[in-house]
């Protein structure tokens, strides 16, 4: 937890102050304690438990600054003390599938899902899997950016990349799906407060 925050939120706290943060203060976050936010958020749920996502950790000044240009120029990518970048990556998923089955599965069990798991994808593209991998990923998105609320940081997720130019910063594989940009460290502004439609205009009851 850094300085300004003296408790870890709970989660209607942090879901009622999180808000995109744009300006950053450079106090960075340590390591530590970005690793245990990260190990709750890997807690998130994926569909067969699959957890297509990867992360890449940029705390790194001039690689930052590099992601900023490859994101319209978004001047938050290089003043956030750390950018997480968040991706789907289900060729590698499903080349070690065999390690998302729960252990209490016998070794039969593990090869019978495994086989089902590769014919099931392999009438998909690489684009569509990624595609469906990036909706997973989104899961942990959310987590993440309460996670880092209850702790004391803030974030701003950001859509608008290129993903080609991000892919060649960090040397990943063509085939990944960057799904966001995050990030993330102490605030140095309020943002907006929240506008949302009412629960009336999105939720039907049957
Ligand atoms: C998937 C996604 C992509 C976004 N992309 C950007 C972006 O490229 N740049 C930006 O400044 N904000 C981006 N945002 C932030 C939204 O504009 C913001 O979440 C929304 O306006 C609600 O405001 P709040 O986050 O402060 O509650 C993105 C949000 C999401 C969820």
């Known amino acids: ?19 995109s943060i744009r300006q950053y203060k ?3 976050i340590p390591r530590e304690k970005l690793e245990e936010i990260l ?8 569909a067969n438990n699959l957890q297509p996502w990867r992360i ?3 705390q790194d000044p001039e690689l930052k600054e590099r992601l900023r240009e490859a994101a319209h120029n978004q001047s938050q990518v290089s003043a956030a003390p750390a950018v997480l970048v968040l991706y789907s990556d289900m060729k ?10 729960h252990p209490n599965f016998t070794p039969e069990e593990v090869a019978a899902r495994a086989e089902r798991a590769r014919i099931l994808w392999a009438s998909r593209s690489s684009q569509e899997r990624e595609a469906w991998g990036a909706g ?4 942990l998105l959310g987590y ?31 085939h990944v799906a960057i799904a966001a940009l995050l990030p ?12 949302r439609h009412l629960l009336n205009r999105v939720v039907q009851w049957r």
């Open 26 to 28: 450079s106090d960075p």
């Open 184 to 195: 993330t460290g102490v605030a140095a502004e309020e943002g907006y407060s929240h506008h």
């Open 136 to 139: 997973q990923v989104y899961i």
């Open 39 to 46: 190990s709750l958020a890997l807690k998130a749920p994926s």
């Open 56 to 58: 890449v950790v940029v």
């Open 1 to 19: 937890m850094n300085a300004l925050a003296e408790r870890i939120l709970n989660v209607k706290e942090a879901a009622e102050s999180r808000r």
């Open 92 to 101: 590698d998923t499903l080349d070690h599938v065999e390690e998302v089955f």
């Open 144 to 174: 993440l950016m309460l996670l880092l609320k209850a702790y004391g940081y803030d974030s701003n997720p950001i859509g608008g990349f290129n993903p080609t130019k991000v892919k060649e910063l960090l040397g990943l594989p063509e």
